[in-house]
């Protein structure tokens, strides 16, 4: 499900800068952390890349995860995918950047990990899940909210995956926690909401 925002990249970039001039880049309903390079730290810390790992995030936002995992490991490389050029134009992480739509991206060479953070609920799940794997050599990670009641899918304007979907495509949830609401969410009065889903990180090896 695509969020109106989204129908608009002008206005995309514009409210994407206003959080970018406020200290946010991690746009993320649930972290490990109230502080992003601390939450961004823990979740590369729970996945373990190998050295020298090249990643494609699909859904990139401005690649602020992405920024803090790179100034914690440099020898992780990033290609940046996302539908909103005014976002990629804004991207804090160095690395290629991509404009396209998760589910029209066919690479001409193999990836050899993918990440899907907070994006899926945009995508056609199922099926970027499965193109995925076909250019993607090594994990396939995924973190994300599962699970969302129609509440929250409605209110939010995504879709959110079952966690029995994610299992029956071979995915295995990463035990990490305890999580907690992004301070942004509190902020603007959505606890009740987005308590309403369940955040999960999850990999396909």
């Known amino acids: ?59 990139c936002g401005v690649g602020g995860m992405e920024r803090y995992w790179k100034d914690a490991r440099h020898d992780l490389t990033f290609t940046l995918l996302n539908q909103s050029q005014a976002q990629l134009d804004l991207c804090v992480c160095p690395g290629d950047k991509v404009h396209c739509e998760a589910e029209k991206y066919q690479p001409w ?25 076909e250019y993607t050599s090594g994990p396939i990670i995924v973190l994300d909210v599962f699970d969302g ?13 079952t966690s029995d979907r994610m299992k029956s495509l ?9 999580w907690v609401l992004n301070p942004l969410v509190d ?12 955040p999960k990180l999850w990999i396909l090896e």
């Open 170 to 178: 071979g995915f295995r949830e990463v035990p990490v926690g305890p």
């Open 109 to 133: 060479f193999s990836h050899q990990i993918t990440l899907i953070a907070y994006a899926l609920g945009h995508m056609e799940a199922t099926h970027v899940l499965l193109e995925a794997q």
């Open 1 to 59: 499900m695509l969020h109106d925002l989204y129908k608009d990249d002008k206005a995309v970039g514009q409210l994407t800068q206003i959080h970018l001039d406020h200290g946010r880049s991690v746009f993320q309903l649930w972290m490990l952390d109230p502080d992003e390079r601390r939450h961004s730290e823990k979740v590369l810390e729970a996945l373990q890349l190998p050295i020298l790992a090249e990643v494609l995030s699909l859904g």
């Open 187 to 198: 902020e603007e009065g959505m606890g009740p909401i987005v308590s309403q889903s369940t």
């Open 149 to 161: 009641t129609a509440e929250f899918c409605r209110e939010l304007a995504y879709d959110t995956v």
